[in-house]
């Protein structure tokens, strides 16, 4: 008998683990999913980026920026139009798996890029938009015009992110194979501060998220314009979550439909040379 109360409440405990994934609302209830969360207590908190100009970027109390605004139209059309509130919470390369996982946040749109290995710890709605990875370097720099200039060259290595893996590996995983040498960095605002110092010789990432550097540095950098990789951009969830990847996927797709994700991408990214954005939706990767 003791052992089956045992079995008993360690059955329950788990229960109440996974009832308590989503968090509890303003009124104490907890949720299985965060579709369920946002139309139930109107309330979501969600990781972005918040050191990334026109992506993510804290200015005054909330971070504003590409990703900012298409995390604000998808939680609309999960909510069914009604107003939610929205608690951001910084959410960096490192830290966004942990994040999902353990609960800190509930959704996170953060230049997220899905990848095979990233879909075994989370579920991924989207892609929303598809990046490709290119370079930046400083604005005097003649030595490094394509990719495989890198070699030799000191690139940066963001903490948590892949970027560096395709310069430096071969495939699956990396994809140019170069002998680059990498330079650590909490983030890509360290990196591109050790750019600009003239630590390093090359910032290689999503050209989104280049551009939006390069644009706030005001001339001081140039981006390639050689992308040389699909990175697509992926809304993140905990793993298992699939009712609520199905509903963003039909949110993301009513977004592209409607006109709305063209004109955020005009709005952060039109007019800088040498980008090109996408013009039309990306097929969904299907949830998991």
């Not at 995983?173 to 983030?187: Q, Y």
């Not at 952060?268 to 097929?283: D, E, H, K, M, R």
């Amino acid at each position: 008998m003791h052992m089956r109360r045992t079995g008993a409440v360690l059955s329950i405990a788990a229960l109440a683990a996974g009832l308590a994934a989503c968090g509890g609302g303003s009124g104490g209830q907890t949720y299985t999913t965060v579709v369920d969360k946002i139309t139930g207590a109107s309330e979501v908190v969600v990781g972005t980026k918040w050191d990334q100009p026109s992506l993510g970027l804290k200015v005054g109390n909330e971070p504003e920026g590409f990703d900012v605004d298409v995390a604000k139209a998808v939680i609309k059309e999960l909510a069914g139009g009604k107003d939610v509130n929205i608690t951001w919470k910084e959410s960096a390369s490192s830290n966004r798996e942990p994040f999902l996982q353990n609960g800190t946040v509930d959704i996170v749109f953060a230049t997220y890029s899905i990848t095979e290995e990233r879909k075994g710890k989370v579920t991924f709605g989207g892609p929303y938009v598809v990046a490709h990875q290119d370079v930046m370097v400083r604005k005097d720099d003649t030595s490094i015009n394509t990719p495989q200039d890198l070699k030799g060259k000191k690139i940066c290595k963001a903490a948590g992110s892949n970027s560096y893996k395709r310069i430096t590996d071969p495939p699956p995983d990396g994809e140019l194979d170069i002998d680059a040498t990498t330079v650590d960095a909490a983030n890509y605002s360290e990196c591109v501060q050790k750019l600009n110092g003239s630590n390093l010789d090359a910032v290689t990432t999503d050209d989104l998220i280049l551009a939006g550097f390069a644009k706030q540095a005001g001339g001081n950098f140039k981006v390639l314009g050689q992308g040389f990789t699909d990175e697509k951009y992926g809304i993140g969830l905990k793993k298992g979550d699939t009712k609520t990847c199905e509903a963003v996927n039909t949110a993301v797709k009513k977004l592209w439909d409607n006109g709305t994700m063209k004109q955020l991408l005009d709005k952060w990214f039109g007019g800088i040379q040498g980008l090109q954005v996408s013009t039309t939706a990306p097929p969904a990767e299907g949830c998991s």
